[in-house]
């Protein structure tokens, strides 16, 4: 199907392999047979000398939004694993210390929130003050090329969001490091180790094999999830679930007070791309409204290549607010280590899409149009201009 970094360093085993070794990865860092990142490395002969884990640990076995990991160790080949989800989210000159080079090989899902660019973007800066050069081994995007939504504002920098990128950004993590190189003017010796074998309109979210997906995160459970999590992560920022608890995360959207039959009828009058709506119950098992039935809709997707994610769940938000406004609320903060901004403003990127709702002061379809507006050309001319 392709061919990742990692496989091609492990078969061509460049020059750097004798030097002392960082890696950053968790548990979906797997060769094409299967055999974890770090185990691999070490038996064809490259010093690896520690392990660092993103968000979720190196396991994916934490849940979401502040819930930290700890260091351990990796006891049958003696390493240590650092965690940069936990008191830190930047490696320190203690974790970076005897390192030559930091490889890099995690698998990204193609939307801003998704924390693990980020934890990139923490490791680029404390690697160009040190000195150390930083290779990735990439993966692609599982859901493709497309552009969707408007690009995080200056003001709402967080840990989902350090850079002004769409929440759809359709650039592999290889591609995104380059760009924050670049934005940055990081003095800091780069490189990516690119796929081989994925066509740029193959959208592997539909197409790769449920067999060869290994989690990245707890929720992520398959490919498919990371096509509507990329707008349905929007949920996040209100009361209403968004599957979270359930075996279907970011494909189902609900709350108690909703209805569900009701809330089906209005979305499909608003006519959205390639998506209808079948009226649901579910009972999430944690998060929003454990333990309690949830009125709501599932999304069924008739055309992946049309569908459109961001502007669809900016409809179901907006639809609920409008039809059931006493109930839904915006969830307030913490939210990823910000105290002062709602989450909803940090997650889709600005504060318009929250204050819109709230006024209401048009009709609905045209505010969702507005709402997921894409700035499509601009993400394109800022990625070649830096």
């Not at 990142?37 to 884990?53: E, Q, Y």
């Not at 995690?106 to 040190?130: I, K, M, N, S």
């Not at 997650?347 to 045209?366: A, F, H, K, Q």
Request: with cysteine; charged share 25%.
């Amino acid at each position: 199907m392709f061919t990742g970094g990692l496989d091609q360093v492990l078969t061509e085993k460049p020059l750097w392999r004798n030097q002392r070794l960082g890696l950053l990865a968790n548990q979906a860092s797997v060769t094409r047979n299967g055999r974890y990142a770090w185990d691999a490395l070490v038996a064809a002969g490259f010093n690896l000398r520690c392990v660092f884990s993103p968000q979720h640990g190196l396991w994916a076995e934490e849940q979401a939004n502040m819930i930290e990991s700890d260091h351990t160790r990796l006891a049958h080949l003696n390493l240590p694993v650092f965690s940069l989800y936990g008191e830190t989210r930047t490696p320190t000159d203690e974790m970076l210390e005897g390192i030559d080079r930091l490889l890099v090989d995690l698998q990204d899902v193609g939307t801003r929130v998704y924390t693990f660019p980020w934890t990139l973007w923490h490791c680029l800066g404390a690697c160009a003050e040190r000195g150390i050069p930083v290779t990735v081994l990439d993966r692609p995007n599982p859901i493709g090329r497309a552009v969707e939504g408007p690009r995080l504002e200056p003001d709402f920098t967080s840990f989902v969001g350090e850079g002004p990128i769409p929440m759809r950004h359709g650039r592999t993590l290889g591609e995104l490091g380059r760009w924050m190189v670049r934005r940055r003017k990081l003095d800091l010796e780069y490189a990516v180790v690119p796929v081989l074998g994925w066509e740029d309109d193959t959208l592997l979210a539909v197409s790769w094999p449920v067999s060869h997906w290994v989690p990245p995160s707890p929720n992520i459970p398959t490919p498919w999830t990371t096509l509507p999590y990329a707008g349905m992560v929007l949920l996040e920022g209100t009361n209403v679930s968004e599957g979270r608890g359930t075996t279907r995360p970011f494909e189902v959207a609900g709350a108690p007070y909703v209805d569900a039959d009701e809330l089906a009828w209005r979305l499909e009058a608003l006519d959205l791309p390639a998506v209808t709506f079948q009226p649901v119950r579910f009972r999430p098992t944690f998060d929003k409204w454990a333990g309690e039935c949830c009125h709501g809709v599932r999304l069924n997707v008739e055309d992946p290549l049309r569908f459109r994610p961001y502007k669809t769940a900016v409809a179901i938000i907006g639809t609920i607010a409008e039809r059931w406004p006493d109930e839904f609320a915006w969830k307030r903060p913490p939210y990823e280590y910000e105290t002062e901004h709602w989450p909803i403003d940090i997650l889709s990127g600005s504060s318009r899409l929250r204050t819109s709702i709230d006024t209401r002061d048009r009709p609905l379809g045209e505010l969702v149009e507005e709402l997921s507006r894409t700035d499509e050309n601009g993400w394109l001319e800022a990625l070649s201009s830096v």
